[in-house]
């Protein structure tokens, strides 16, 4: 008996997808190689957590946030209030538009004299990540993964055999003519925001139309913490998804796509940053473990599985992918899949295979003592027919 689907959250099935940056995208370092990975089932928040939902949690808990133990944090000056502006000389090194903000918190978001009355279905921001897992831990939910993050913003092009897209949607640039499906910055950073997604600032938890899963605004708007580390030997957490202030361009701090990433110590915290809970499955608390994302401080330089030619690319992921595909579509699926995707590979069974291959060594072997004739034969070493020999069995290895 499958598991009811909690009050505001969906359900996502478990499977295998590409997780990573695009093939053939320029990586920064922090990005992730492409790397085939498992997810079980899980159900995650439709929407990030709202001024609202966090409001209940302070009333139930009278939890106070870091920013509220520390008494401030950051504000992109262009929305600080009047008051923050006047009041606040500290800034960050070689980010000035950051404000240390005293009295900002996920209250007073824009600083002294803001508030959350009239946006209570705005993203709860300035929380850290440890506010976000008591958070959880008050729900009975938890943080996800960066790879069940990923899946869930992926929706609906997950699957060895699918191709990696940038958005939800497809490969379409955000805008849409003057209809944006997410909210970046439009304009110039920092000092000027066009807001042609209808939004300076944050938007609502619930703006634009969501993914095929029924998640909203996975990409833009507020950073979205992840209980995994940025790397095995880093203390940073990994948030995912861009905001407001990122650009669907690149040409404002990150370019935002699904692939989109960043580490910050634990307890960071400012108006671009928030959260989204989920909670695993029953179903999924036992069994094996799922292959997810293996982290390593050495980034492979291999083109994902079924980049590129099976036989050339090599390793344990192309194994699987074509493991993957030969058992849902059969040999002849698998031969169709490859011509598809102009991989020049001819599908074959294991004693077609093992004859081809007592065919190519015979063949080998006939033109070795060919060679062997005419060595024997020639006049001088000049007479021998080296690079032709040479270049006939290189010719057959292939």
């Given at each position: 008996?499958?598991?009811t689907i909690?009050?505001?959250m969906?359900?996502?099935?478990?499977?295998s997808?590409?997780?990573?940056s695009l093939p053939?995208e320029?990586r920064?370092?922090d990005?992730?190689e492409?790397?085939?990975v498992e997810?079980?089932?899980?159900?995650m928040d439709a929407?990030v957590?709202?001024n609202?939902q966090?409001?209940a949690?302070?009333k139930?808990t009278?939890?106070r946030?870091?920013?509220?133990g520390?008494g401030?944090?950051?504000v992109l000056?262009?929305y600080a209030?009047?008051?923050?502006?006047?009041?606040?000389?500290?800034?960050?090194k070689?980010a000035?538009?950051w404000?240390?903000?005293?009295g900002?918190?996920w209250?007073?978001?824009l600083g002294?004299k803001?508030?959350?009355?009239?946006r209570?279905?705005?993203p709860a921001?300035?929380?850290s990540?440890?506010?976000?897992?008591a958070?959880c831990?008050?729900a009975?939910?938890?943080?996800?993964?960066?790879t069940?993050?990923?899946?869930?913003?992926?929706q609906p092009h997950v699957?060895l055999t699918?191709?990696?897209?940038?958005?939800?949607?497809?490969?379409?640039?955000?805008?849409n003519g003057?209809?944006?499906?997410?909210?970046?910055?439009?304009g110039?950073?920092p000092?000027?925001?066009?807001?042609l997604d209808?939004?300076?600032?944050l938007?609502?938890a619930d703006?634009?139309a969501?993914n095929?899963a029924g998640?909203y605004?996975m990409?833009?708007n507020?950073w979205e913490?992840t209980s995994t580390?940025?790397?095995k030997?880093?203390?940073?957490?990994v948030?995912?998804?861009?905001?407001y202030?990122?650009?669907a361009?690149?040409?404002?701090n990150?370019?935002?796509?699904?692939?989109?990433?960043?580490?910050n110590t634990e307890?960071s915290s400012?108006?671009?940053m928030?959260?989204r809970?989920?909670k695993?499955?029953?179903?999924n608390?036992q069994?094996r473990?799922?292959?997810g994302?293996?982290?390593?401080n050495?980034?492979?330089?291999?083109?994902?599985p079924?980049?590129?030619?099976?036989?050339?690319?090599?390793?344990?992921?192309?194994e699987?992918?074509v493991?993957?595909?030969?058992?849902?579509?059969g040999?002849?699926g698998?031969?169709?899949w490859?011509d598809k995707?102009?991989?020049?590979?001819?599908?074959m069974?294991?004693?077609e295979?093992?004859?081809k291959?007592?065919l190519?060594?015979e063949?080998?072997e006939?033109?070795?003592?060919q060679y062997?004739?005419?060595?024997?034969?020639?006049?001088s070493f000049e007479?021998?027919?080296d690079?032709?020999?040479?270049?006939?069995?290189?010719k057959e290895e292939?």
């Amino acid at each position: 008996m499958s598991d009811t689907i909690p009050d505001g959250m969906v359900r996502l099935a478990g499977g295998s997808f590409i997780m990573g940056s695009l093939p053939n995208e320029p990586r920064g370092r922090d990005d992730l190689e492409p790397q085939g990975v498992e997810v079980r089932e899980f159900f995650m928040d439709a929407t990030v957590v709202t001024n609202e939902q966090f409001r209940a949690f302070r009333k139930a808990t009278n939890y106070r946030t870091e920013a509220e133990g520390f008494g401030w944090s950051f504000v992109l000056e262009l929305y600080a209030t009047e008051e923050a502006r006047a009041t606040t000389n500290e800034t960050v090194k070689d980010a000035t538009h950051w404000l240390a903000v005293r009295g900002a918190s996920w209250r007073y978001p824009l600083g002294p004299k803001s508030g959350i009355k009239s946006r209570l279905n705005y993203p709860a921001v300035h929380i850290s990540f440890n506010d976000a897992k008591a958070y959880c831990k008050w729900a009975g939910k938890r943080l996800p993964t960066e790879t069940e993050w990923e899946y869930a913003a992926r929706q609906p092009h997950v699957g060895l055999t699918k191709a990696m897209k940038p958005y939800p949607w497809g490969d379409e640039v955000p805008s849409n003519g003057s209809e944006w499906r997410l909210n970046v910055w439009q304009g110039f950073f920092p000092s000027s925001d066009a807001a042609l997604d209808g939004f300076g600032g944050l938007a609502p938890a619930d703006a634009f139309a969501p993914n095929a899963a029924g998640l909203y605004n996975m990409l833009g708007n507020v950073w979205e913490w992840t209980s995994t580390y940025l790397a095995k030997s880093s203390r940073q957490r990994v948030l995912r998804g861009g905001s407001y202030l990122d650009s669907a361009s690149g040409e404002w701090n990150h370019k935002v796509s699904t692939s989109t990433r960043m580490g910050n110590t634990e307890d960071s915290s400012a108006d671009n940053m928030g959260f989204r809970c989920v909670k695993s499955a029953r179903s999924n608390v036992q069994g094996r473990k799922p292959q997810g994302y293996v982290y390593d401080n050495v980034k492979k330089k291999r083109l994902p599985p079924g980049a590129g030619d099976p036989l050339k690319d090599g390793g344990k992921g192309v194994e699987e992918l074509v493991q993957a595909i030969a058992a849902e579509k059969g040999a002849e699926g698998l031969q169709a899949w490859m011509d598809k995707h102009g991989l020049g590979t001819e599908v074959m069974t294991a004693a077609e295979a093992q004859r081809k291959r007592e065919l190519a060594k015979e063949k080998r072997e006939a033109m070795m003592q060919q060679y062997v004739r005419e060595a024997i034969e020639a006049e001088s070493f000049e007479d021998l027919s080296d690079e032709r020999a040479k270049e006939e069995v290189q010719k057959e290895e292939l």
